[in-house]
């Protein structure tokens, strides 16, 4: 069965402050992989979208960057968080085939 | 681009009476291919429902939803709301440029509440 673990749980940082979130899945060969955004009170955005190791594509612009180091692995990060960075991120997987997609817990984050 | 919309942002409805949820979409492919995904609080967001053909309706764990491409809609319906289905619910509409992304555009979701 695939598993998918995403690290931290929380977070509280400070403005200004670098940012790295990771998601590891497990079980599953070569998954696409997404990150997702959550404002509080706000709806779900796709940030970004990885389909092999080494290239993930942008969908929507937030100061942030992702990167695919390894098949099963998916960071999310930035060197300087901003207050409008605070929420819910979500990790996901999925095949291009069915294109259904299967969530992480997620990590909330607080920027103060 | 493709685009979802979801007209409701919060639906509350006494328990026993019937749900609907609006989803539209716009999209240049002849075949578009849609989800419900629900987010109860405290979990992680599931798929719900998929589309099928063309005025075909999809069941699952009590809803249901017909794609009707006349109308570009996929509303999600249940005949009888349970305190349970309290949760955050999103359609989707998967990506069809034939690149094989699994992209998915969400619609602003619709909060459920469902009270005694």
């Known amino acids: 069965a695939q598993t998918i673990h995403q690290w931290p749980v929380a977070e509280i940082k400070a403005v200004g402050s670098p940012l790295s979130l990771g998601c590891t899945i497990k079980?599953?060969?070569?998954?696409?992989l997404y990150w997702y955004w959550q404002a509080t009170g706000g709806t779900l955005q796709q940030l970004f979208y990885?389909?092999?190791?080494?290239?993930v594509e942008s969908v929507v612009q937030l100061n942030l960057s992702a990167s695919r180091p390894k098949d099963d692995q998916f960071i999310l990060s930035t060197e300087k968080l901003l207050l409008s960075h605070s929420g819910f991120y979500l990790c996901?997987?999925?095949?291009?085939?069915?294109?259904?997609?299967?969530f992480g817990p997620g990590t909330r984050l607080t920027v103060l | 681009g493709d685009s979802v919309t979801q007209t409701e942002g919060l639906v509350t409805l006494t328990e026993g009476l019937p749900v609907m949820l609006n989803c539209t979409y716009q999209t240049i492919y002849s075949n578009p291919f849609l989800f419900w995904y629900v987010h109860y609080l405290n979990e992680s967001p599931r798929l719900l429902l998929k589309?099928?053909?063309?005025?075909k309706r999809t069941e699952h764990q009590g809803f249901h939803a017909t794609l009707h491409k006349s109308s570009s809609s996929f509303h999600l319906q249940k005949s009888s709301a349970q305190l349970s289905d309290s949760a955050l619910y999103y359609c989707a509409l998967r990506d069809n440029t034939g690149a094989n992304t699994g992209k998915l555009t969400f619609g602003h979701g619709t909060i459920l509440r469902v009270h005694p």
């Open positions: 996901a997987w999925g095949t291009g085939v069915s294109y259904e997609q299967y």
């Open positions: 079980g599953k060969s070569s998954p696409n």
């Open positions: 589309s099928s053909t063309d005025n």
């Open positions: 990885s389909i092999t190791v080494g290239q």
